[in-house]
């Protein structure tokens, strides 16, 4: 891992006693990011300005035995989009901006849910299971799915401007499965390429505005990860799991999990199932949730969100000064 000059760095319990005002508990749902969110540089400023980070770091690269912080500081852009990589990163990341905000703003989850992978940082953030463990299972999981790209030829499209209703029966006619269900008018096929090209070729007649091929390895969320989902299962009955408090939604069935064996079997059954995002998201809201903390990089579930629920709000982090942004924000608001 490169090394930065600890002298340079603040320490977080003496920023936040010394330019933070305490504010009351902020209650706010926390959403976390799946594959694809993950660039190059991640993580890198916060290691550099907090040591707690740079510790966390340090100890996901000794749990993996593998410099995964170089990989997500220094890439290249094709090694660290690799399934085996991109998950564990995207896991480390997202709790790496949640240690900084906690520290810079008492924030009390009402809830917490991810796409993809990102429900296992969701699992993570809560305590459902522990940082090391989740951190092994996740980059497990990763590998799994990669070696399944790898055994098949698979293909994903993103339909835009069309119904659930006619994105199944598109996918049924293709013989390929719907992946994603991730807003109004955003729904993500899955399946081999032939089926994922005879769908995009009949996307226009089955009522979609536009249908477009994603830059993917490999047919997630699909039939075509079976091998990843029943290798992956007996590693998910060796995680020990003590559900908190705070309810986390699974993808597969758009709910929050009740038990132990239910999150077992909800992280197993999403490898193969859809992501069912919108109507997660939907049920939160309908249940009076308004703020949402996205952690990761980029905005993408903030964009989903807006197609959701336009009288949502949520704040995007993903560095040092996005980070600072949501803390003064959430200051504001307090």
Known sequence: MKTIGRESRFCLYCLSARAIVRLRNMK???LFPGQGAQKVGMGHDLCEKYPEVLELFERADAVLGFPLSKIMFEGPEEE????????????LHGLACLKVLRALSP???????????????????VGSFGFDEGLRIVQK???LMEEACHATEGAMAAMIGGSDKAAAALAAECGV??????????????GTKDGI????????????KLAKKLNVAGAYHSRLMKTAQEQLIPELEKLEIHLADVPVYCNYEARAVTDADDVRRMLSAQVCGSVRWAASMKDLTDKGERLFLEL??????????????????VISMEDVPSILAAAETLRNMS
């Not at 989850?109 to 991810?114: E, K, T, V």
């Not at 499965?177 to 899955?190: E, F, K, M, R, T």
């Not at 090209?197 to 979609?208: I, S």
């Not at 990089?297 to 009288?311: D, F, Q, V």
């Open 141 to 143: 999981r990763g590998a």
């Open 28 to 30: 706010a749902v926390l």
């Open 177 to 190: 499965d719907v992946a994603n269900y991730n807003c109004p008018g955003q729904i993500v096929l899955s």
């Open 107 to 125: 924030i009390e989850p009402s809830a917490a849910a991810g796409l993809s992978l990102g429900e296992f940082t969701a699992h993570a953030a």
């Open 296 to 313: 990761g990089p980029g905005k993408t579930l903030a964009g989903m969100m807006s197609r959701i629920c336009k009288e949502a709000t």
């Open 197 to 208: 090209d005879k769908a995009v070729a009949g996307a226009k007649q089955a009522g979609f």
């Open 80 to 91: 660290l989009t690799r399934t085996c990589y991109c998950q564990p990163a995207l896991y």
